[in-house]
């Protein structure tokens, strides 16, 4: 008889999570009930929030204890139905976490179609993290022509994403990312206007250099000390969108803000948010996101880990070593 792999959470991290907070287990194939879907899972995604919910319970989700299955959205194919919604055959995204068989109610559910973009690229561009970029930036950023932008973890998915629609309206874009070969993909590929190692390269002295004018906008990813030096450049009715703080989610003494005083002097807004609070915008967020991606005027990559056990290797990865764009783990 099949059985079902799994993912479960054995232990809470404390400071970096790697392969050893996990197990793999082996479960029996759920059936599905009238209005239900069993989906075969095919790609599952990889995120940093990933990680906040192993402290459970946190401000915007239950979270994940010890013993039970790791959460996150995944795209797959139905093999079985009871709903006059969906058939089997075809592709959905849902979040339906780390397994090969995922049961869900047909109302959670998103059908998609490949021929748009590849599978995971739903998990990426198209889903959640492009539907952050989109409300991120266009709800809280409100982007202008002529303003300046800066974007932290801008070869992420989010970052990147964000980064084009800053472009799209005309504005200077500055990328913070980690690497070199990232500063190239963002002025070569994406067309930033400029590109800072924050790794190997002093930030304050270079946003000196590119952005002397200062900062309309910064669509922070990072948190920490990128956020702090950022608050240095901050132009006068600015804004400040809180979109993710990776570089706090592994630490146990998170790092204290020397230069939150900017704000008031610059009468600026700072403003965090959670995707997951705006799901009234979401269909708005996805029409816009795959006609973009159709008319090639949205780039997107992706990284893909092969089997599921290793999705906790995965997830340290992009603390560690992050690629470019979005990490995803293939079933």
């Not at 946190?58 to 995944?74: D, I, L």
Request: aromatic share 8%.
């Amino acid at each position: 008889m099949m059985k079902n792999k799994q993912v479960v959470l054995v232990k809470k991290p404390e400071g970096l999570i790697d392969e050893s907070h996990f197990s793999i287990v082996s479960t029996d194939i759920p059936s599905p009930k009238d209005g239900e879907v069993l989906v075969k899972n095919r790609y599952v995604s990889i995120d940093p929030y990933l990680r906040l919910l192993t402290e459970e319970p946190t401000t915007f989700s239950k979270g994940v204890k010890p013993g039970n299955r790791m959460e996150s959205w995944s795209v797959g194919e139905v093999v079985e139905s009871k709903s006059p919604v969906f058939h089997p055959g075809q592709y959905v995204l849902g979040y339906l976490g780390w397994q090969e068989y995922g049961l869900s109610n047909e109302r959670d559910l998103r059908p998609i179609d490949p021929s748009i973009a590849s599978l995971p690229a739903f998990l990426g561009v198209l889903g959640m993290p492009g539907i952050t970029a989109y409300l991120g930036m266009f709800d809280y950023g409100q982007p202008q022509a002529g303003h300046t932008v800066l974007i932290s973890a801008a070869a992420g998915t989010v970052g990147m994403t964000a980064g084009q629609f800053a472009k799209m309206h005309s504005c200077k874009v500055v990328g913070i990312t980690d690497s070199e070969e990232k500063c190239r993909f963002l002025l070569e590929e994406l067309n930033f206007d400029y590109a800072i190692n924050g790794k190997r390269e002093n930030l304050e002295e270079k946003l000196k250099q590119c952005v002397p004018e200062g900062i309309d906008l910064y669509y922070d990813n990072v948190g920490g000390e990128t956020l702090d030096t950022a608050l240095l450049f901050l132009r006068k009715n600015s804004r400040v969108v809180i979109c993710g703080m990776i570089s706090q989610y592994n630490v146990k003494t998170p790092y204290a803000i020397k230069n939150f005083e900017r704000l008031h002097s610059a009468r600026a807004t700072l403003k965090g948010f959670i995707v997951g609070d705006r799901t009234d915008r979401w269909p708005e967020a996805i029409r816009k996101l795959e006609a973009w991606v159709k008319e090639k005027k949205l780039k997107h990559k992706e990284n893909v880990f092969h089997g599921l056990e290793n999705a906790p290797k995965a997830l340290h990865s992009i603390f560690t070593n992050a690629p470019i764009g979005k990490t995803v783990v293939e079933v």
